[in-house]
C-alpha cells in the first residue's frame, strides 16, 4: 500500500491496522497509568495515517510512533490534572500558541469572524485552565527577517563556482524531513538556515517570556495549535536545547482538528478573552497575517526585500503567475527588459519532485522557492477542514480561504517589539546569540537513488 504523496515504487509504511493500532495501544499516557479520567475522554487518540502523511521513506522510527501517539489532547489534559492537585511543585504554566492558519477554520466552522473565533478559542482554553494563549505571527516575523538577509546574502554569493541559489524555504516540517532523510546533499546545502516559525516560537515563549516570568524552561508546558501533523513530527525533532536548560521548546502539538473537537465536548458558553502578547499586560487586539494566500508569506516578503536591497526597486504588489498548475506559481522581476530575479511558490509533492528533477539535471531557473508539503498550501493542512471521510471539506476550505484574504497583512518588523528583541533578547542582530537561535543546520543522509525515480 502506498501513500498518496509517495516518491517511491514500494512503500513500507503501513496501514491505519495492525502494528500501527497495536504501537499505540502499547503506548499508555502518563493520565492512564495513575489512574487519571480527563473531562473529555473519548476524544480520538492521535496517529499518523498514511492518509496524513506527508514526509515519507519510512521516516517514523517505532520509537518516534509511540511519542507521536502520546502528542494528543491527553498529554494536555494530564498537566490540566495535575495543575488541579495540592503538590503546586508539580505545576505547570500551560502556554498554547495558534498558528495564524488555524484562526480561519475556527472561525469557518463556528461561524465566527476570525477576530470572533481567535477570542473564544482563547476564552475556552482559558476556561480548561490554560494560562497564556499566543500568536505565532511574531514567531513568523523572526523567520522571515532572517531568511531576507540570508537570500540577499546567497545572491550576492552565487557564481559557477558556488551555487548558493536556488534557496528553498525551510519553515515546513514535511518538505525539511522529506529533503534530509530522502534527498540528501546537494539539495540541503540549499534549504535556508532560517528556522521555522514553530521552532522560533518555542525558544521565544521558554527562553525569552520564561525570563520575563522569572520562571525555568522546565516549569512551562507549551503547545502549538497547528493546521496539519508534520509539526507533531517538527516538535519531536527539536530535542533538548542547551539555552532551555535541557527543555524541548514545544512539548506537544496539536492540531486545529484536534481542538475543535475538544470545543465541541465542552462549554463554548465562556467568556471571550484577548490574545495574550510576550510584552507584559499587552493584548493582541486585532488578528493580523503575512502576505501569503495560504502560507507564512515567505516568497512576497522576501522578494520585495530583495528587489530594494538589490535593485533598489520599491513593488507594492505582487503578482503570481500560474504555470503547470495552480499550486506552481511564478513571481519575477524585470529591469531594462532584463528578468532579474525569478521566484516560485511549490506547493505539494508532486510539484516538489518536479522541482528537484529538475534542480539535479541544471535546468531549474529560480532564485528563490517557497516550498510547502501540502497542495493548496499551510490553509489545506491534513490537521484541519477534514470530512468524516478523512477528505478535504471542499466547502470549508473556499471558505476559509476567504476569511484568511480578509485578515489584515502585516509587514515583518513591524511590531514595535522586534528591535527590543533583537537587542535585549538576542544581543544585537547579526549576534552569536541570533545565529544559535535563529538558525539551524540540517542532517543528510545519503541519497538514494531510488527517491527520483518516479515520472509526475
Not at 516538535?235 to 533538548?240: I, P
Not at 493582541?284 to 508569506?297: I, L, M, Q, Y
Request: aromatic share 8%; charged share 25%.
Amino acid at each position: 500500500m502506498k501513500c498518496e504523496h509517495c516518491t517511491r515504487k514500494e512503500c513500507s509504511k503501513k496501514t491505519k491496522t495492525d502494528d500501527q493500532e497495536n504501537l499505540s495501544a502499547d503506548a499508555p499516557s502518563s493520565a492512564q497509568e495513575n489512574g487519571e479520567k480527563g473531562e473529555f475522554h473519548k476524544l480520538a487518540d492521535a496517529k499518523i495515517f498514511l492518509s496524513d502523511c506527508l514526509a515519507c521513506d519510512s521516516c517514523v522510527t517505532a520509537e518516534e510512533g509511540v511519542q507521536l501517539s502520546q502528542q494528543n489532547a491527553k498529554d494536555f489534559f494530564r498537566v490540566l490534572n495535575l495543575n488541579k492537585k495540592c503538590d503546586t511543585s508539580k505545576h505547570k504554566v500551560l502556554v498554547v500558541s495558534v498558528c495564524p492558519q488555524s484562526l480561519p477554520y475556527f472561525a469557518a466552522k463556528f461561524n465566527l469572524s476570525v477576530t470572533e473565533a481567535s477570542r473564544r478559542l482563547c476564552g475556552f482554553l482559558k476556561s480548561l485552565g490554560v494560562h497564556y494563549v499566543f500568536d505565532t505571527t511574531i514567531a513568523t516575523d523572526f523567520s522571515i527577517l532572517e531568511s531576507q538577509k540570508e537570500f540577499v546574502r546567497r545572491y550576492r554569493q552565487h557564481s559557477e563556482e558556488e551555487r548558493t541559489l536556488p534557496m528553498l524555504t525551510s519553515a515546513c516540517p514535511g518538505w525539511v524531513r522529506y529533503a534530509e532523510r530522502v534527498l540528501g546533499r546537494p539539495i540541503t546545502a540549499h534549504l535556508c538556515t532560517a528556522k521555522s516559525p514553530q521552532q522560533i516560537m518555542g525558544s521565544l515563549v521558554k527562553d525569552y517570556f520564561a525570563r520575563q516570568q522569572n520562571l525555568s524552561p522546565e516549569k512551562i508546558f507549551h503547545i502549538i495549535v497547528a493546521p496539519c501533523y508534520d509539526k507533531k513530527l517538527e516538535a519531536l525533532q527539536e530535542g533538548a536545547l542547551p539555552a532551555l536548560h535541557g527543555s524541548r521548546g514545544t512539548d506537544c502539538v496539536l492540531t486545529s482538528g484536534e481542538i475543535a473537537q475538544i470545543m465541541e465536548q465542552g462549554d463554548l458558553s465562556v467568556k471571550d478573552a484577548t490574545i495574550d502578547t510576550l510584552f507584559g499586560d499587552l493584548k493582541e487586539d486585532k488578528v493580523t497575517r503575512h502576505d501569503g494566500a495560504s502560507s507564512d508569506g515567505h516568497l512576497a516578503h522576501i522578494f520585495r526585500h530583495a528587489a530594494k536591497e538589490l535593485f533598489n526597486e520599491d513593488v507594492e504588489e505582487v503578482t503570481y503567475r500560474a504555470l503547470r498548475n495552480k499550486d506552481f506559481q511564478e513571481v519575477t522581476l524585470e529591469k531594462n527588459g532584463e528578468v532579474v530575479l525569478r521566484f516560485a511558490a511549490a506547493y505539494g509533492f508532486r510539484n516538489i519532485q518536479n522541482m528537484i528533477l529538475k534542480l539535479k539535471k541544471g535546468k531549474f531557473p529560480y532564485h528563490f522557492v517557497e516550498v510547502l508539503a501540502c497542495a493548496g498550501g499551510c490553509l489545506n493542512g491534513r490537521g484541519q477542514a477534514q470530512t468524516p471521510e478523512g477528505q478535504a471539506d471542499k466547502a470549508l476550505l473556499r471558505q476559509m480561504e476567504g476569511i484568511y484574504a480578509d485578515i489584515p497583512v502585516r509587514r515583518p518588523g513591524s511590531s514595535a517589539h522586534m528591535q527590543e528583541l533583537y537587542q535585549e533578547w538576542l544581543e544585537g542582530i547579526n549576534s552569536p546569540k541570533a545565529q544559535e537561535v535563529l538558525h539551524t543546520t540540517y542532517q543528510s543522509q545519503e541519497h538514494r537513488a531510488h527517491s527520483l525515480d518516479i515520472k509526475w
